[in-house]
Each structure stands twice: as structure tokens, then as C-alpha cells.
């Protein structure tokens, strides 16, 4: 902070970190131009009044210089005096108006969040230091930054991977908290808050350049970005301060001394204190933003907000470093531990003791940014005495006008960019790695649709992933500029698929493949916007089942619709609805309600929006950007947005009736009569499937690719906002577009990545509510030795033994085996079945192995099995204990230490 300030007069506004420097006590120095014009002023001032806060007074006296006809309270005295100018005190009237205005609040509201952007970093830095106190399971962390739920949600995710990059204390092999949701929270909830810091800085700064008004003027209600952009500011600095509190609480839950439970008291008190403020703020926000402005009221709360937020901070940090200083100390072995495994040897017993010991005495290894985070808040005085006097040091050394602190995180953010080159390198926009877990999900998901397919009697077939631009053009409407064009590649104009159903047309043009059930599982790309929360990407899965051929009576149909309605249910990631409609049904009513032909496309690409937009927008995108008169806009409203304009899933045919009635606007129009025949020749199929149940009638439907001529639909989730999972419909024309022969086609196509969204998601919720973990791998099987010779070459054998008889095994690569860390390993990554052997179990006649069952009790788990009935035996447990499933079984027993 600079120690000299000068404002009033051109070029002389306060910024934050100018008002931050007066508010600690900086040299006000007043511009010369801003001290001319008060010389000038008539009559002569006399007096100086100071009674408001020192950061309102100092906004109040830039703002009222600038226009020195408006006398006000300054901070000024030394340099008018000095000056031979005095000020008049000025009257209540003018005194509340000044208070009351823009400047005074925008002062309080600019200290405030000047404070946050200088504490944000210190609090990502406590939170770091938490999650190694912890052991937590960071891993998932990687996708929060690699997929970017939001920009400031991955930056933020960077930060805490670039403080915790080196450490051995997040994510162990073995013990630690696992995956907390405190911790994997961070990204999203510091992200929210940088997000809101950096709307709500130039709005303020906005309000501080303003001048305040003369005497007798009414005080302007401040803009209502500035308000909604603080109150956001002030609840994001309470979410943090929440979660702050969610993980100081498990770190003093770990530690031995009762006192630490009293660190998290204080910052109870006030976040409470923070929370009812910022309630009182908001219901002012809410009831006006007129002449009575809540600027001030909110400013207060996101201030009473930042005072909470540095409490929870403080608490945090002092039960963390408490926490990582036990760890430092040589733990005492407690009587009656549980010693190695039989046949493990006590001569490996004795080296891993030496190991561990070795281990404890060299202390913690934190990351590079939670280190020095460390040694600055042990350097304050945190670092020692009782949890009082640390809980007190922690909180000085928090204070955001502190100058260590700013030395400290200037030095940390120039060490986090300087390595941000080297740490992470940047994965392409609307793309994204997926871990081994997150490939078990998916490999699961596609396992589950492909079976249904399968079972439906469909062939596979593969096409390429680039086309020829021409085969690709003119077949998606508007959505044709998504396309990805590629670089000139010896004279072909190229492209990436943007589906894979045009390729399917093409290919059945190329090859006369004749009537076929085809599926392709594939990845397509779209220059969309991605949302990656939503499950939009530019890089996407598609799942496509088909049927070409000529079919009587709608039965084709029937099958694809029937069939994406048991691949959702397999899915099982909740209830689904299957919307449907009719192409031709759409034109005859785009005829009815006199929309111009050479628009029918257009203005259905439009009511496709109904689903994201609210009819008012769509009328507008219809009226304003298609062309479309407005009288016509508003006969088209009750067909897709009416009560009347879809049904209930499971009863389609009221609405088909209502539709056929020989007294309804549709009636006499050719296209409608054939589309409601084949919806009823539909609906009625469905319903001997089994499959209506899921199925709603539903005109707001309307396809937006131009290839449709018959029967649309798509599925969406119930409640999960997140757009359609799946789509489909008829497309008798493409196949003709690439050959003289025309061939009638259905088909659907499932999107797998709003689908592994949601799986995911509750995957993730399970684990940590059960203290468990999302599976990687199918291995069933893992071969260890114990001993001290090497019996490497002994455990390939088995394992290529047990590999013949058809189990998924695994064994150590090393040349010498731990038996502790194979232990860990089965516990942590949920292997049923863990074998071993040593010297004395290869000397029997016959030889034996043992055989530990994972998930039985530990007192019954262990056996003794002939190695030439070991194989039989894992395949009679293995059919016995059934599928492995998504998920590790929870902890029974802490891991071997």
C-alpha cells in the first residue's frame, strides 16, 4: 500500500488500493487543481468536520473537490490549513446526504472488496494446507480444472493443484480422509468468488469516479449491477467461510487436544453474525432499489461478510498447522497392533518399521505453494504457544491491509504463474482427459447400451471421422457453421462428422447395404459454446441405433423408440421422459397459423428453443431475426406453448384426438391427417411394447436438422436441466441425397456425455457418503509374496495361470514384493481377493498359497488353498460374490500401517 495518496482534481480519483492505503492511515495529499478551485470558493470556509468513517470521508472528499461548489467533510485539515483554506461545516441535511450517497457507500463497498481480492489467495492457501492435514484425496481435483465447470472455477482449481503440487500428504496409497467434499468443493465455491469479485470491481469503481451531489439535490440510487454484483460478493465470501468451517471442523475432529474444538467457535459466531446482515441487505435489495438505496446496507454485509471469512480462515489454519505438527512427532506404537500377515516374516516386519521410522522423522512434505504458506503463518507466531494465542496470530496474519501478508501472497502468485507453464498444459476448449475411474464409468455406460443393442439383434458398422465437406453440407440448417472444417489436404475440402447419422446415409449409398439394423458408437465434434456442467462439449460421444429399410405400419419406428426407452432404464440415472412429435404435423401447423413455406425450417429452429427459452425470447427470434410477422408469431403460441399443446407421458392419444377432431384448425390439411395416422399406428405399437408408459405427445417439439420428414422425438431427464440426453426420428430423404435409389431410415442417437454427467455426479455423492471410491479397474485378483527373497518370477507364474483360467489378475512388477503396500492396495482399490505366498508355503508337498478374502470379516478372512485347486476356488467365490460394481466396497478395517 502506498504511503501518499492524492486525489481531488483531473486524474486524482480514488481507486481501491488508494482508499485501502487511507483507510490504513496513508498521507492524503490534496491535488493541486482540486486546492485552486477551493481557494476560489465564495465565501470563504472556516471550519473542517470529520465524523465519518475515515474510508467514506476520504471517497466523500475526492468526489465533493472535483465539484468544490458542494462543500462536504474532508480528511483534508492538514492540507488546507496549511493552505490557509478552512471549510464551513456543513449542515445535518447536507451531512446525511453526503452519507447517505453513492460516494460514501461505493467507499465502503470498494474497502471491502479490495479486502477479499487481497485475502482470496490466503484463503485457497489455508484451504491447501487443510486438505494435506487431512490426507485427502485430491485426484478428482484434476477434472474440475481439466473440464472447467466454469473459467474462474478452473482457475481456481489450478491454483490449489499448483499449492499442492509435490506434496505426499494429498491423495495417499494408503490412509488419509479420502475424497471429502469440503475439499473437492474448493474449485467451485472460490471460483463463485473470484467470479463475484471481478463483477463487482468496476461497477464500484464506477460509483467512486462519480461526484457527489450539491446540497438540496436528491441523492441518485446507485446503478443495480453495482448492488446485485456486491450482495453476490458478499454471499460467495459466506460460502467460503462455510466451507472453511466444514473442513477446520474434520481437522479438529482428528486432533487429540478437546481445546481445538473452541477454534472453531469464534468463526461460528461470526459467520452467524455475517449471515444475518447479509439476509438484512438482500430483503432491502429485494423491496427497492429506488430512492431508498441498499448500497450501504449491502456494503456493510459484504464487509461484516469479509470479517467472517478471515475468522473461518483463522480457525482453519490454526487447527491444520496444530494437526500436520502432530503428524511430525514420532507416533508411539499402541499396544496390541496388529502385526504382518502369516508368512510375511518378521525380518520384513522389522524393515518396515525401519522404513516408517525413517519416514516420520524427516517431518511432512507439503506442497510448494501450502509450504510457504506455512512458514509465513509460523513465522507470525502461529506456529506455537496455546490454541488461543496461535488462533490470535493466524488472524493477524490474515489481516488483508496487512503489508506481510500482501508481501506473502505476491511472492506465492508469482511462484503459481511462474510454474503454471510447466505444471499444466492446456487442454483444447470443450475437451477434456478422463481419469481411470471416470473411463470405468463410461466404459460401464457403453457397455449397458451396446448390450441392449445387441440384444435387439443390431450389427455394427464404422465410418470415418472426417468426411468430405460436401457430403457433410446442407443437411443440418442452421447448425451447418458448427461444423469443423479442416486444412487443405492435398485438394479435398474436409470436415469432422458432425454426426453419424449423415455418415450411415452415406454409407448405405456407397455400399446398397440394403434393409439394416445398424449401430456405431463414435465420437463427433461441434464448434459449439461448451458447457461443460451441462455436458456440452466440442468433443462428444454418440451412441447411434438405425433402421434402413422399407417397414410397413410404423414398426420400424416402434423398435427405435422402444429401445431408447430400455437403454434409459438400464441407465437407471433417474426418471426420463420420451417427447414426440410429427415433422409433417409441424408444417401443416407453421400452414394453419400462414407461416411463409421458405421460413417453415427457420421458424422451427426457433420454437426447438422452447425448452431453453421462454416464449418471449423465441417470438422475438422470430420477429426480430427470422422475419416473421408478429400476428403470425402469436397464432403459433397456443400449438407450443398452450395448456393444451402436450399430454402427459403414457397418454398420448387425448391429445391426438383433440388434434383429429373434424372441427379443429388442422382438419382438411393432408400432411396433418397422414402424420396423426402414423402417430396412432405408433402409439398403439408402443403400447403393446411395454413402452408407452414413458412417451409425451408434445407440439412444442420441434427438430431443428433438416433431413426429419416423419416422426421426431427426444428424451430428457426429469428435473436435471441439463437439455435432451438422447434424439431421433425419420429420415426417408438422406439416403437419396447420395444415390438414386432412396432408402427409409430411423433412427436415434444418445448422447453419452450428459448421461456420464449425472453418473458421475451420483457416483461421487455415493462414494463419499459410504467412505468409498469409484472403481478402475475389473481386476479380480491381486499375487503378492512375502519374504525375503525374490519371487517375482513365482508370482508371474501364478498369475499367468490365473489369467488362463479366466480372471482378471494382477501382480507386483518389482522384483522384491511388499506385502503391506499389496494390502493397501487390494483395500483401497476394492480387489476381493489377495494372494500370497513365501518360502514355506512354496516348500510344502504340495504347495499352498493363502488366500485372503477382502470383504469378510478379518478374523475369518484368511485361508490356506492347494495351489492346484486355487484357481477352481477364486471361480467358485468369484460366481458366489457376483458383479463388482461402480463403486469399491466401504473401509471395514483401517489399511495396514
Not at 487511507?22 to 465564495?42: F, M, N, T
Not at 471469512?309 to 505438527?325: I, Q, V, Y
Not at 416402434?558 to 412429435?581: H, Q
Not at 425448452?611 to 400449438?639: N, S, T
Request: glycine share 8%; with cysteine; proline share 6%.
Amino acid at each position: 500500500m502506498a504511503s501518499a495518496v492524492a486525489i481531488g482534481g483531473v486524474g486524482g480519483a480514488l481507486d481501491f488500493d488508494g482508499l485501502a492505503s487511507i483507510a490504513a492511515g496513508a498521507q492524503v495529499a490534496l491535488d493541486a487543481s482540486a486546492l485552486a478551485a477551493v481557494k476560489k470558493a465564495s465565501p470563504k470556509p472556516d471550519s473542517i468536520v470529520l465524523e465519518a468513517a475515515p474510508q467514506a470521508a476520504a471517497t466523500l472528499a475526492d468526489s465533493v473537490l472535483s465539484r468544490p461548489q458542494a462543500p462536504a467533510a474532508t480528511p483534508l485539515a492538514p492540507a488546507l490549513t496549511a493552505a490557509g483554506v478552512a471549510l464551513p461545516g456543513v449542515t445535518a441535511a447536507e451531512r446525511a446526504a453526503l452519507t447517505a450517497g453513492v460516494p460514501a457507500a461505493a467507499g465502503v463497498a470498494a474497502l471491502a472488496v479490495g479486502a477479499a481480492r487481497r485475502l482470496a489467495l490466503a484463503l485457497a492457501a489455508v484451504a491447501a494446507l487443510s486438505c494435506e492435514a487431512l490426507q485427502a484425496d485430491m485426484r478428482p481435483l484434476g477434472d474440475a480444472e481439466g473440464s472447467g465447470r466454469s473459467t474462474a472455477a478452473a482457475a481456481a482449481a489450478a491454483d490449489l493443484r499448483g499449492m499442492l503440487e509435490g506434496s505426499l500428504r494429498v491423495s495417499p496409497r494408503r490412509g488419509g480422509a479420502g475424497a471429502l467434499p469440503c475439499c473437492l468443493r474448493l474449485p467451485q465455491v472460490h471460483g463463485a468468488l473470484a467470479a463475484a469479485l471481478a463483477a463487482a470491481a468496476p461497477a464500484l469503481k464506477a460509483a467512486l469516479a462519480a461526484p457527489a451531489p450539491p446540497p438540496g439535490r436528491p441523492v441518485d440510487a446507485p446503478a443495480a449491477e453495482a448492488a446485485a454484483a456486491l450482495q453476490a460478493t458478499a454471499r460467495a465470501l459466506l460460502r467460503a467461510a462455510a466451507l472453511s468451517l466444514e473442513r477446520s471442523g474434520a481437522v479438529a475432529a482428528q486432533l487429540p487436544d478437546a481445546g481445538a474444538q473452541a477454534l472453531r467457535a469464534s468463526a461460528e459466531a461470526a459467520l452467524a453474525g455475517a449471515r444475518a446482515s447479509a439476509a438484512e441487505a438482500s430483503a432491502r435489495l429485494d423491496e427497492d432499489l429506488g430512492a431508498d438505496t441498499p448500497l450501504l446496507a449491502i456494503a456493510l454485509a459484504a464487509a461484516d461478510a469479509l470479517d467472517a471469512a478471515r475468522e473461518a480462515a483463522a480457525a482453519e489454519a490454526t487447527a491444520a498447522l496444530a494437526l500436520l505438527h502432530a503428524a511430525e512427532v514420532p507416533a508411539q506404537a499402541a499396544p496390541g497392533d496388529a502385526g504382518p500377515p502369516a508368512g510375511a516374516g518378521a525380518a520384513e516386519e522389522g524393515a518396515t518399521k525401519k522404513k516408517d521410522k525413517k519416514k516420520k522423522a524427516t517431518g511432512v512434505q507439503l506442497g510448494r505453494g501450502s509450504a510457504q504458506m506455512r512458514a509465513y503463518l509460523e513465522q507470525a507466531g502461529a506456529g506455537g504457544g496455546t490454541a488461543s494465542a496461535a488462533l490470535q496470530a493466524v488472524r493477524a496474519a490474515l489481516d488483508p491491509a496487512s503489508r506481510p501478508l500482501a508481501a506473502a501472497m505476491g511472492a506465492l502468485r508469482m511462484a503459481l504463474d511462474a510454474n503454471a507453464a510447466q505444471r499444466l498444459p492446456k487442454i483444447a476448449k470443450g475437451t477434456r482427459d478422463f481419469t481411470p475411474a471416470q473411463m470405468f464409468v463410461r466404459q460401464h455406460i457403453f457397455g449397458l447400451i451396446e448390450g441392449v443393442f445387441k440384444r435387439r439383434g443390431a450389427k455394427t458398422i464404422a465410418t470415418p471421422a472426417f468426411e468430405l465437406r460436401e457430403t457433410l453440407m446442407g443437411k443440418y440448417g442452421e447448425d451447418s457453421k458448427l461444423i469443423y472444417d479442416l486444412a487443405d489436404q492435398g485438394g479435398e475440402a474436409l470436415s469432422l462428422r458432425y454426426d453419424l447419422t449423415v455418415p450411415f446415409a452415406r454409407f448405405m449409398a456407397l455400399h446398397a447395404a440394403g434393409n439394416i439394423m445398424r449401430y456405431q458408437i463414435g465420437p463427433v465434434w461441434r464448434r459449439d459454446q461448451p458447457q461443460i456442467a451441462r455436458g456440452r462439449m466440442r468433443e462428444f460421444y454418440q451412441c447411434d441405433l438405425d433402421i434402413a429399410g422399407a417397414y410397413p405400419g410404423m414398426a420400424a419406428d416402434a423398435e427405435i423408440v422402444s429401445v431408447l426407452a430400455e437403454v434409459l432404464a438400464a441407465l437407471d440415472v433417474g426418471a426420463f421422459r420420451i417427447k414426440l412429435n410429427h415433422r409433417r404435423l409441424l408444417d401443416a401447423m407453421m400452414r394453419a397459423c400462414g407461416v411463409p413455406p421458405a421460413k417453415f425450417r427457420a421458424i422451427c429452429s426457433a420454437i426447438d428453443k422452447l425448452d431453453k427459452e421462454p416464449w418471449a425470447a423465441v417470438r422475438a427470434e422470430m420477429v426480430d431475426q427470422k422475419g416473421l410477422a408478429p400476428e403470425v408469431a402469436d397464432r403459433i403460441a397456443p400449438y407450443v406453448t398452450g395448456e393444451e399443446h402436450a399430454c402427459a407421458p403414457g397418454e398420448p392419444e387425448a391429445l391426438l384426438d383433440r388434434l383429429s377432431a373434424p372441427d379443429h384448425a388442422l382438419a382438411g390439411d393432408g400432411d396433418a391427417a397422414a402424420a396423426l395416422g402414423d402417430l396412432r399406428a405408433l402409439f398403439r405399437k408402443l403400447r403393446r411394447k411395454g413402452a408407452l408408459a414413458r412417451v409425451a405427445f408434445d407440439l412444442s417439439l420441434a427438430r431443428g436438422l433438416d433431413y426429419y420428414t416423419g416422426v421426431i422425438y427426444e428424451a430428457v431427464l426429469e428435473g436435471a436441466h441439463i437439455g435432451s440426453v438422447a434424439a431421433g426420428g425419420r429420415y426417408d430423404g438422406l439416403v437419396g441425397m447420395f444415390s438414386s435409389t432412396p432408402v427409409p431410415a430411423v433412427g436415434v442417437s444418445i448422447g453419452v456425455e450428459r448421461v456420464f454427467a449425472i453418473l458421475e455426479a451420483q457416483l461421487l455423492q455415493q462414494a463419499a457418503e459410504r467412505g468409498c471410491r469409484i472403481r478402475e479397474s475389473h481386476t479380480q485378483v491381486l499375487v503378492a509374496s512375502a519374504g525375503r527373497r525374490e519371487l517375482q518370477e513365482d508370482r508371474m507364474e501364478l498369475a499367468a495361470e490365473l489369467t488362463t483360467a479366466g480372471l482378471a489378475v494382477e501382480y507386483g512388477l518389482k522384483e522384491k514384493d511388499n506385502l503391506r503396500e499389496r494390502l493397501a492396495d487390494a483395500e483401497d482399490r476394492g480387489i476381493p481377493f489377495l494372494i500370497f505366498f513365501g518360502d514355506q508355503e512354496l516348500a510344502k508337498d504340495p504347495p499352498v498359497v493363502n488366500l485372503i478374502a477382502m470383504r469378510e470379516p478379518k478374523e475369518t478372512r484368511e485361508a490356506e488353498v492347494r495351489r492346484s485347486d486355487l484357481a477352481a476356488e477364486l471361480c467358485r467365490r468369484l460366481d458366489a460374490l457376483g458383479p463388482l460394481g461402480l463403486l469399491t466396497p466401504p473401509r471395514t478395517a483401517p489399511a495396514p500401517s
